[in-house]
């Protein structure tokens, strides 16, 4: 058991300092959106998506501990958390294995506000860009009208710059 809690650990570990990465990025990905760097912010993105990728292969080996983890103790795998792989761990584990939950979950905590942050600042920027569209889309050309009293050229519609949204 004590080698199954060591893996175990060690995955939590690295996903701890995979999370840590992901909130740094998305501090900067705040930066980026209020500068208007799209560079920098393709540049986060793409940095992202590698460290998303490596979080999912922690998590199937996390699962893959969870499922030892079951069958050698009988709890169910939805039940078992770190804080009940530290019940069975060695007394030094079993304080790392607390000290590291608490901090794993203060480290999810800012990613998520920062992360809501991110998506309001970003859902604001495309209200704008929306909005604009819209005014611009509105804008009529000056009509030429026919005998009949239609705009030439147009089937008698109105002429828009653009039709549809992005």
Known sequence: M?????????????TYAVHGELLGLSEGKKSAILDKNIASLDGIVRKEQLLIARQK????????C?????????????????????????PEQAQDLRALAEKLMETLNKLRKSNDINNKMIQG???????????????QETSV????????????KAAKLYDKKV
Request: hydrophobic share 40%; proline share 1%; charged share 35%.
């Open 57 to 64: 292969d922690l998590e199937r080996r996390r699962l893959a």
């Open 66 to 90: 969870v499922e030892e983890f079951s069958q050698r103790t009988g709890e169910r795998p939805e039940n078992i958390t770190m804080l009940v792989f530290a019940e069975h761990a060695e």
């Open 125 to 139: 920027r495309l209200e704008f860009i929306n909005c604009m569209i819209d005014s611009i889309s509105s804008l």
């Open 2 to 14: 004590k080698e199954l809690v060591a893996r175990f650990a060690e995955v939590m570990r690295e």
């Open 145 to 156: 009208y026919s005998a009949k009293g239609l705009e030439a050229g147009r089937g008698g």
